[in-house]
């Protein structure tokens, strides 16, 4: 096909040519996100037509050749590149003829380099190469002619195309390298050497690759040799002449990444003959470039020369092997950032230069590195063994002859002492394993180090500076280590072999202790696998085997590292797996029961680690457990003897560990229980003696248990044993033990032998708890308590004092009746609690120093339960003492101000142990009568410090009573439930305060003690405890809401306590108590506390008011004393609404007790009837009980005058002037004002005949009103009283006179009030003589309707447009004067007057549907006038008239409205683009509202108005202001069911959400498809106003609209194409490019990808 010269633009004849034209005109806009925009608009039209973008991008580019900036090419060409990457098999010829043609233009026009538009011409050339390759090659040739030294760019894109597409290019090298190498001689730039070297290096590298894939090639035939010796002539002139001239580093670099790819491809004998030139050269480079990336490009191409190296037999090489070796050894010595990728990658390539080097030279190398290993420097020992690893893992068959030798070689690091040098061996040693170098000899020493390490602990190896940044601790490199023998094991197969039963070599040394948990998790995995397969080799000879133990040692050994299990690295889990699997190898008859057991007991062991501390204790008892169980399997004495023996052998193994030292002795009490044989037990005995360190406590506690435990079969002789050792003390050799353990204790006699006692008192309590229950009261009786009690005298040894108490602890254990199994009397039980008091009392009061506390609460628990009961005094001592002991400790029990954090964390964990002991002995005093009065007993202690000031005092205290009620509710006993749970108000009451403790903790335990309590009332209710219950069960919930500290969370959280509390709580006494409970926690030392207190006071006073109908006056006079106290003035507000909520159920009895308080009213009456003006309802009713009051009462009453018997006087009743002074107080404050509006001309009236009244009256006498009694506590000191204030001053008329003016204040009349003041009316009214003047100046109020000044009629209309909202309190009259009234000022010069008339008027929405029928026609003009207001320039009057018009729409007929319904809509029309948010919201959601009127007649016309503004609405749907968003929601959703369209209106009802997030392209997307089907005749007007829209002054419109109109005209049917506008559509669109606002410019782009077929 001929090609056409000339460029044309292939157009489609639609408007898509255009769209096409103006993108790639504006595709250099100045914003980037427009760019990117149009970039993908013309790539996504690209794909659909190809030849129009194609061909429109070529012609600009030509057409605009001279004017065009380099940015506005290089994106028009990066479009056509993606264009043709993605389209590249729909391009025909011609296209792509111009494609290449102009891209080499592009790129070879400016002879100067200029990157950015050269890179993107070169990648359009590239691009189409791949299915174009002849005609770019064509094009290129004609720029690379023999002789004249080519563009750059031409150069690179060579290179580029021969890699792209290396088939099509091979065939063409030969020729370009004909051309190219007469050129080389004449590059003299180095910029066109580099762009030569690089594509050199491509060509070489595409050659390459097509023989090595000729199988895929097209030409099968083409071979290496073709290309030798033009490439030796390209090694030559880059090694020999550019080279050495090159002064760029970048240069230097490009030629040797050259040579490394030219290497490949010369003849064998030329690299051969070059070799001795080459490598120096290369390897001299080094010193020539610092940088890492310099670096890995000379690696690189030394590697590949090594590799063609390597691949023939050459002397020359061999030569130069040593000075290669230590020069790549020194490079691999050199620390790596492994942050910096390129150091990395050079280190690996330095390696694969040794691996090439092993191919041909294996003994050398290895050689060479086992000598380096040898070396004193250790960063030369680590890149020996670097290399060695790299050499294991790659080198194949060269090293499989060398691997004794290798392991040979690497004996000697068994022992090195450098860490790193330790962490690269064991690597080495994992590659070793691999490859089955540990199968030799010396491989199991290569294990043993690997173990070795695994005990490694940080302080056991000198260390450096952890600021080496190779530096590796201990810790690591056992982490390591462990992970690597676990690796070994598990996956390398070929291992097993080496290491069964080799590891067990490692379970009885002391040596591998600290790695024995690592060992048995291998030798588990390891014996667990050959005892699954039945291996041969499974069981064990021990007599083979003369390096093992034998299995009763390791039957000993696994017991005891068993028994403390975290130990080690958390080891026990792995040593039960290690038991499970090798049973048959210890001894057949425990297979069984250790199968049986141990699975279970490997569950109880995950549950226990599970747990924040690990129960010791109970763990030891399992595995006691077991190692009975299985003495009972075997049943053999000699046995048994034999493994006790190990036992007594191992003790020395654990000489630093004493924990496990304590298990042993243990383990051998268990089998001395076991045996029969006196002199095995004498001996035992005094072997355990022996080994004991008396001054560790574990190992005392061990031999004690275990003397315990032998004490079960040989309690005499352990008794006897014990008392020998008591008679030391004294100095006497009675026995060969006895002399046995002078020798052993012989630093200090008086010290050792304190030690040694401290051992046998607490062994006298092991013994005792475990002897025969048959022997045990007489032998507790006659022996242990008579050598116990001597010691109690000695309270200075702290240690010994604690065993003490653990003895008798133990001792009254032993003497519980569940244990003796029958009922015996414990005479000295009040010796000993006398012992643990006086123990309690000597402890310092200002630290814990220890658990002797806790050991005296556990001590005193054990005694509680023996017989007989306790006395009450004892028990009250007890309990007095013990509570305070723990609540009263100070602050620094758990902060020290001197302590470390260490410390510190020590203190808390104590303080927490000792809270819980507490706690226990509570438990048991509860359980020796379990009642409700019991409970009350116990809490009486507790209470005071629920609201201590301290707050570690509260925490522990609330801690405590939530342990006791919540052990009372789970183990309630109902036979007492006759008795009444008459501490429940007072305990709640005391624990609410808390619930908003300044302490989290605090709030949370009191509130799980408040559902406790709750819960335990509705049992006595017969309510099981396992019934749900909702708000009870809830609590927990509030719990989660209490720790916030957000003062909004915490108080929702605490009402919604008060209605649990209010809900639940029982009527009657404990309610009372509650609420006086309350009122205490008003004056809580913590604000948080009080506030509290104060919310559920109200609360429950809100919900439960009506039950103190006699209790109001009691309830007010305490509140009202309280308030003195009370610290906090939130608190203060709040208290004061309780009497609000109590008003809500009493409000006449809590008037009348108000009124009953003395005159003047003191601070805290006034505040309380401010809070009943404060609440409407109770306003209310205040003020219209007092308007009938003040009605009904005589103001005053003639009596004889006390000064002159003849005449009379008038003295004011005490009733109606108290009325008056609290409505003073009320009209202060701001929230009465609303009932103010609605009594307005009752208490004008009133007040005015008030101060008539009261003219010449006098205040009576006033008495103390009657003293109220108030319940008070000691800690409350609160008086039953408070003083009232002095009367004083009190005219009662001058009190109306102030009242009335005050009530002229609140009704906003302060022109008024301004006026009457200047005219002194004040002073008249308060005047006899002047009374009636007064009286005549308030009625000329009217006038000020008419007067001059703008701010009076405002106010005036302000006042008449609310009177007409509050319907003048009924007075109808009143309501036709005031609608008149600002009729006549809808005229007003003044346009906040007319705004005020407009708002008064729509206030008649307001007032209910017959009050807008009456005035609907008078409302609907005045409206209708205010949107024509012309001089409302701010739209301030129109806003008025629309809201007030969408209020009376609400209630008025659709007869008023029919007539002006499409004259409303076309009104408020214009007002949807008003510049004012408010206004444009307020028009949108009036035209919504009037959708209520868009049925019956006038159903089609406005239908016509719904799709007429349709657009507006949709485009400011994503309006700026979220209150328009909001009013488009509502009109969406209002008129939707009028369109007739389900899709539509389905769309508007599910998105139309108000508080949802739309999405605003996805739905317009979706609602353009529904409106093209059921509104298709609409599309041109749709259109028309969306054009429109293109020209409104918000960009976020503008953008809105072309994106609205993309969709739309995408979603239109072919067949519907004909009814739009094209011509106008593109146009529009187009303009829409050269928007100021760049997000306007983004969518038009978008919106033009979308019309593509068009």
Not at 899 to 911: F, R
């Amino acid at each position: 096909m001929p090609m056409d010269d000339e460029i044309k633009v292939l157009k489609t004849g639609g408007k898509v040519d255009s769209f096409v034209e103006g993108l790639i005109k504006n595709a250099d806009d100045k914003n980037e996100l427009v760019q990117q925009a149009i970039s993908e608009s013309l790539h996504s039209l690209g794909n659909k037509h190809v030849e129009l973008v194609l061909s429109s991008c070529l012609h600009f580019l030509v057409v605009n050749m001279r004017d065009l900036s380099t940015d506005h090419r290089v994106a028009i060409l990066q479009v056509m590149e993606k264009i043709v990457l993605d389209n590249i098999d729909l391009i025909d010829d011609n296209i792509a003829h111009h494609v290449v043609k102009q891209a080499v233009s592009e790129m070879t026009s400016c002879k100067e380099v200029v990157p950015v538009w050269q890179t993107a011409a070169s990648n359009l050339l590239v691009a189409a190469g791949h299915k174009f390759t002849n005609k770019v090659m064509a094009e290129l040739t004609q720029h690379f002619q023999p002789g004249v030294l080519p563009h750059f760019f031409v150069v690179q894109t060579l290179g580029k195309l021969a890699v792209a597409s290396a088939f099509n290019m091979v065939p063409f090298i030969n020729v370009a390298l004909g051309t190219m190498l007469p050129m080389l001689g004449m590059a003299k730039q180095e910029n066109l050497r580099w762009v030569f070297s690089y594509t050199l290096a491509k060509f070489a590298e595409s050659i390459v690759y097509y023989v090595e894939n000729l199988d895929q090639a097209p030409d099968p035939n083409v071979k290496v040799e073709v290309f030798s010796d033009a490439f030796y002539s390209v090694y030559e002139m880059l090694y020999n002449v550019w080279l050495p001239q090159a002064k760029d580093s970048k240069l230097r670099v490009g030629i040797i990444r050259a040579l490394g790819n030219v290497s490949h491809v010369i003849s064998k004998a030329k690299l051969t003959e070059q070799l001795p030139k080459l490598i120096p050269g290369i390897l001299s480079l080094y010193k020539k470039h610092s940088s890492s990336l310099d670096h890995l490009a000379i690696t690189e191409s030394f590697c590949m020369i090594l590799d063609s190296a390597t691949q023939i037999d050459s002397l020359n090489l061999e030569t130069l092997w040593e000075p290669i070796t230590n020069q790549l050894h020194s490079f691999i010595c050199q620390p790596v950032d492994f942050s910096n990728n390129d150091q990395v990658k050079n280190q690996n390539e330095l390696l694969r230069c040794f691996a090439m080097l092993n191919r041909t030279y294996s003994d050398k190398v290895v050689a060479n590195l086992l000598h380096k290993l040898e070396q004193k420097e250790e960063r030369i020992r680590i890149g020996a063994l670097f290399i060695l690893r790299h050499l294991i893992n790659t080198g194949g068959h060269h090293m499989d002859i060398k691997k004794a030798l290798i392991i040979s070689g690497l004996k000697l690091l068994t022992q090195e002492p450098s860490l790193k040098v330790r962490k690269v061996f064991v690597q080495t040693i994992i590659a070793m394993a691999h490859h089955g170098y540990l199968e030799l000899e010396g491989g199991e020493m290569m294990i043993e180090f690997i173990v070795r390490q695994c005990t490694l602990q940080d302080a056991s190896v000198p260390t450096k500076k952890p600021a080496d940044p190779d530096y590796t601790s201990p810790q690591a490199l056992r982490s390591m280590c462990e992970s690597v023998l676990h690796l070994v094991v598990t996956t390398v197969e070929i291992m097993e072999k080496v290491l069964w039963p080799f590891l067990l070599e490692f379970i009885i040394p002391n040596t591998y202790t600290e790695a024995f948990g690592v060992v048995c998790k291998n030798l588990s995995s390891l014996a667990g696998r050959k005892r699954e397969r039945n291996d041969a080799d499974y069981l064990i000879d021990y007599e083979d085997e003369a390096n093992l133990p034998n299995a009763r040692q390791l039957i000993a050994r696994f017991f005891v590292m068993s028994g403390i299990p975290e130990n080690g690295g958390q080891r026990g889990c792995h040593v039960l797996n290690a038991m499970a699997s090798l049973a048959p190898n210890l001894h057949e008859d425990i297979v069984g029961v250790w199968s049986e057991v141990i699975p279970k007991m490997q569950v109880k062991l995950e549950e226990y680690e599970s747990q924040d501390e690990f129960p010791q204790k109970n763990w030891n008892d399992l595995i006691l457990h077991l190692l009975s169980k299985s003495l009972d399997c075997v049943d053999d004495e000699d046995w048994t003897i034999e493994l006790g023996k190990a036992f007594v052998e191992q003790l020395q193994l654990y000489k630093e560990y004493p924990e496990e030292k304590g298990f042993c002795l243990k383990c051998l009490g268990v089998v001395m229980k076991k045996a029969t044989k006196k002199e095995f037990i004498q001996s035992c005995m005094q072997a355990m003696f022996a080994a004991v360190d008396h001054r560790k406590e574990i190992e005392q506690q061990g031999l004690a248990a275990g003397l315990g435990f032998a004490s079960a079969a040989h309690f005499d002789s352990v008794l006897t044993k014990l008392e020998q050792a008591i008679k030391l003390d004294g100095g006497k050799k009675t026995s060969s033990l006895i002399s046995f353990i002078k020798e052993k204790v012989n630093t200090s006699e008086n010290a050792d032998n304190l030690l040694l006692k401290q051992t046998v008192m607490m062994s006298y309590g092991y013994v005792t708890l475990y002897a025969p229950v048959s022997l045990v009261t007489s032998r507790v009786d006659a022996v242990i308590v008579r050598n116990i009690t001597p010691h109690f005298s000695n309270q200075k040894d702290p240690i010994l004092k604690k065993y003490l108490i653990n003895t008798i602890e133990l001792i009254a254990k032993s003497l519980d009746p569940l244990h003796l199994h029958r009922k015996h009397p414990f005479s000295d039980r009040t010796q000993f609690l006398d012992y643990l008091m006086t123990c309690v009392k000597n402890e310092s009061t200002e630290k814990l120093t220890g658990k002797i506390r806790i050991c005296v609460f556990s001590a005193c628990a054990a005694l509680v339960k023996l017989e007989p009961l306790l006395s009450e005094a004892d028990s009250h001592n007890v309990l007095h003492t013990c509570i305070t002991s723990v609540l009263s400790l100070p602050e620094s029990t758990a902060k020290g101000k001197s302590e470390t954090y260490e410390q510190q964390v020590m203190q808390q964990q104590l303080l927490n142990s000792t809270v819980q002991s507490l706690n226990s002995l509570l438990e048991e005093f509860l359980l020796t009568n379990f009642s409700p009065t019991n409970l009350q007993t116990i809490v009486k202690h507790i209470l005071p410090w629920v609201s201590s000031e301290k707050d570690n005092e509260r925490e522990k205290a609330v801690s405590v009573l939530h342990f006791l009620v919540k052990y009372y509710l789970d183990h309630m006993d109902m036979s007492n439930k006759s008795e009444d749970m008459v501490v429940l108000g007072e305990v709640v009451g005391k624990l609410i305060p808390r619930c908003t403790d300044p302490t989290i903790s605090v709030r949370n335990e009191a509130i799980m003690a408040i559902q406790a309590m709750l819960r335990i009332h509705l049992v006595y209710t017969d309510i099981p405890v396992d019934t749900a219950d909702k708000m009870v069960d809830a609590l927990p919930i509030l719990k989660e809401r209490l720790q916030k500290s957000d003062a909004s969370v915490l108080f929702n959280a605490v009402n919604d306590l008060a209605k649990v509390i209010a809900k639940k709580f029982p009527t009657g006494a404990q309610l009372t108590s509650l609420v006086d409970a309350l009122i205490e926690g008003l004056a809580d030392s913590q604000a948080l506390c009080s506030n509290g207190a104060c919310v559920v006071l109200n609360g429950v006073v809100k919900l439960r008011g009506a039950e103190f109908s006699h209790q109001v006056d009691d309830l007010l006079a305490k509140l009202h004393a309280r308030l003195y106290y009370i610290k906090y003035e939130q608190t203060r507000t709040g208290a004061l609404r309780c009497v609000k909520f109590l008003s809500d159920h009493h409000l006449d009895t809590l008037m009348q007790c108000l009124l009953s308080y003395s005159l003047p009213y003191d601070e805290s009456v006034v505040e309380f009837w401010k809070i009943l003006a404060k609440n409407p309802s109770s306003a209310d009713r205040v003020i219209e009980t007092f308007l009938e009051m003040l009605k009904q009462s005589m103001p005053y009453e003639e009596k004889t005058s006390s000064a002159d018997k003849k005449t009379s006087e008038k003295v004011a009743t005490l009733q109606p002037l108290s009325i008056v002074m609290a409505l003073k107080y009320m009209l202060e404050v701001p929230e009465v004002k609303e009932t103010v509006g609605k009594y307005y001309h009752h208490l004008f009236g009133a007040l005015v005949l008030k101060v008539g009244s009261y003219h010449e009256v006098r205040l009576p006498t006033l008495a103390e009103p009657p003293t109220r009694k108030i319940s008070t506590d000691k800690k409350s000191k609160t008086p039953s009283k408070p003083k009232p204030g002095k009367a004083v001053n009190i005219v009662p008329s001058v009190l109306c006179v102030e009242t009335l003016k005050t009530f002229f204040e609140i009704a906003d009349n302060e022109n008024i009030c301004r006026v009457l003041e200047e005219q002194k009316v004040w002073i008249k009214l308060q005047s006899t003589s002047d009374y009636v003047c007064g009286i005549e100046s308030l009625a000329s109020l009217r006038s000020f309707l008419s007067t001059l000044y703008d701010t009076d009629r405002i106010v005036v209309a302000a006042l008449f447009g609310q009177l007409i909202k509050d319907k003048c309190g009924g007075d109808l009259t009143l309501v036709d004067t005031l609608v008149g009234s600002l009729m006549g000022r809808l005229v007003d010069s003044c346009l906040e007057v007319r705004r005020l008339c407009v708002r008064g008027l729509g206030n008649i929405g307001d007032t209910g549907t017959e009050m807008v029928q009456k005035y609907s026609t008078t409302i609907l003009s005045a409206m209708m006038s205010g949107m024509d207001d012309r001089d409302d320039i701010d739209n301030l009057v129109t806003t008025e008239a629309m809201s007030g018009l969408s209020k009376i729409l609400l209630s008025i007929n659709e007869s008023h409205i029919r007539p002006i319904l499409i004259n409303i809509a076309l009104k408020i029309r214009p007002c949807f683009e008003k510049s004012e948010s408010s206004v444009r919201a307020a028009a949108f959601k009036l035209f919504g509202n009037l959708a209520k009127f868009g049925n019956g007649p006038s159903a089609m016309p406005f239908l016509e108005q719904i799709i007429s503004n349709l657009t507006s609405i949709l485009l400011h749907l994503n309006d700026h202001e979220t209150g328009v968003v909001l009013a488009c929601k509502h009109t969406l959703r209002l008129v939707g069911p009028l369109l007739n369209s389900e899709g539509t209106n389905g769309m508007f009802q599910k998105y139309m959400i108000d508080s949802a997030q739309l999405h605003y392209g996805e739905f317009i997307n979706d609602l353009c498809k529904s409106l093209v089907i059921d509104f298709k005749e609409h599309i041109p007007n749709f259109i028309t106003s969306i054009i429109t829209a293109f020209k409104s002054p918000w960009p976020e419109i503008r953008s809105n609209a072309a994106i609205f109109l993309g969709f739309l005209m995408n979603a239109l049917p072919d067949s519907a194409h004909s009814l739009v506008n094209h011509g106008h559509i593109s146009s529009a669109l187009l303009a829409l490019l050269g928007d100021p606002d760049f997000k306007v410019r983004s969518k038009a782009a978008e919106a033009m990808s979308l019309l593509s077929n068009y």
